[in-house]
């Protein structure tokens, strides 16, 4: 009954704005990270604004720096998951390094990208 409610209140998602959000976000994000026990914690630089995040591994870091960037862009919630299937996604040497556990601290530039989320 809850998800029936839930799904009668939802705000409908439009193709063509989430192009126009898309298109709002840089083509480029910088990414300075760092271990801290078992979490990543990551200082994002995106046109002149810095701002953290954290993840318990490499996916969910990455999917969290995604988050961070939708959020300070402004991006609407209902969009994030439209969004996701083109996100900010690092090349695979910088992803091994973020699931090298043995790897503290490192640097990643992370380009605008239609990746398939699993």
Same mark, same amino acid.
Request: charged letters at 30%; hydrophobic letters at 40%.
């Given at each position: 009954?809850?998800?029936?409610?839930?799904?009668?209140?939802?705000?409908?998602?439009?193709?063509?704005?989430?192009?126009?959000?898309?298109?709002?976000?840089?083509?480029?994000?910088?990414?300075?990270?760092?271990?801290?026990?078992?979490?990543?914690?990551?200082?994002?630089?995106?046109?002149?604004?810095?701002?953290?995040?954290?993840?318990?591994?490499?996916?969910?870091?990455?999917?969290?720096? =995604? +988050?961070?960037?939708? #959020?300070?862009? &402004? *991006?609407p919630k209902q969009y994030f998951? !439209?969004?996701?299937?083109?996100?900010?996604?690092?090349?695979?040497?910088?992803?091994?390094?973020? =699931? +090298?556990?043995?790897? #503290?601290?490192? &640097? *990643?530039?992370?380009?605008?990208?239609? !990746?398939?989320?699993?």
């Amino acid at each position: 009954m809850l998800k029936l409610l839930k799904n009668l209140f939802k705000k409908p998602i439009y193709i063509e704005v989430a192009e126009a959000y898309w298109h709002k976000l840089p083509e480029e994000i910088e990414v300075k990270w760092f271990r801290d026990g078992e979490y990543i914690i990551g200082k994002i630089t995106a046109d002149g604004h810095d701002f953290m995040t954290q993840g318990k591994d490499a996916r969910d870091f990455i999917d969290m720096v =995604n +988050d961070a960037v939708f #959020s300070v862009y &402004e *991006i609407p919630k209902q969009y994030f998951d !439209v969004l996701n299937a083109k996100r900010f996604y690092p090349k695979q040497e910088a992803l091994m390094k973020l =699931n +090298d556990n043995k790897i #503290s601290f490192g &640097e *990643i530039n992370l380009e605008k990208e239609l !990746v398939k989320v699993s």
